[in-house]
């Protein structure tokens, strides 16, 4: 029985991707622009700093 080498397999990866384009790098690029837009609504860095700078009246 043998095993089939990546090398094998290369040439039929390849005519797919001719044919259809690279559908794992396009995924793999939408959920590194999805981690990113996540993490930048998620950063409540700038909304600290601001209240930091603009402290709330206490005692009224």
């Known amino acids: 029985m043998t095993t089939a080498n990546?090398?094998?397999l290369s040439p039929i990866?390849?005519?797919l991707i001719a044919?259809?384009?690279d559908v794992l790098a396009e995924a793999?690029?939408?959920a590194e622009e999805i981690q990113r837009e996540a993490a930048?609504?998620?950063d409540w860095s700038r909304i600290r700093?601001?209240?930091?700078s603009?402290?709330?009246q206490q005692g009224e």
């Open 19 to 21: 044919e259809q384009g």
């Open 13 to 15: 990866y390849d005519s």
């Open 6 to 8: 990546k090398g094998d």
């Open 40 to 42: 930048e609504a998620l």
């Open 49 to 52: 700093s601001a209240q930091g």
């Open 54 to 56: 603009h402290p709330h």
């Open 28 to 30: 793999r690029e939408a």
